[in-house]
């Protein structure tokens, strides 16, 4: 089994700035990725931005592009997100992610979510 455990939401300003942790234990072997999403109130689990194991090429949402880095901690199994300028829409609870190569799949696995709040 694979745990995550996010830190670091909270509420905050527009304008302002947070960093979410997330660190992965248990079977966490052939990852493939990890990364963020995010669900706001009404809307579907949408991609935020991802960090491959090998090499390390991210993947960011156009809207994320230019304001948040995703960015890891190799020795800590740890993957962080510093979210920048941040804006009203970016209110959503945010979900740690990892994906596992299990043969010919990938499995997904989820933290238990961490909410975001961007209000005045």
């Known amino acids: 089994q694979v745990h995550l455990v996010e830190s670091g939401g909270g509420l905050v300003q527009p304008g302002g700035s947070l960093r979410l942790s997330c660190a992965a234990s248990g079977s966490i072997f052939n990852i493939y990725s990890m990364g963020w999403y995010r669900q706001a109130p009404g809307k579907e689990r949408e991609l935020v931005a991802t960090?491959?194991?090998?090499?390390?090429?991210?993947n960011y949402a156009d809207s994320a592009m230019g304001r948040f880095i995703i960015s890891r901690d190799i020795a800590k199994n740890t993957v962080y997100l510093q979210m920048n300028s941040l804006k009203p829409e970016d209110t959503a609870v945010y979900y740690c992610n990892l994906k596992r190569r299990d043969g010919s799949t990938l499995t997904y696995y989820w933290g238990q979510g961490t909410q975001v709040t961007v209000s005045s």
């Open positions: 960090m491959a194991s090998s090499g390390g090429s991210t």
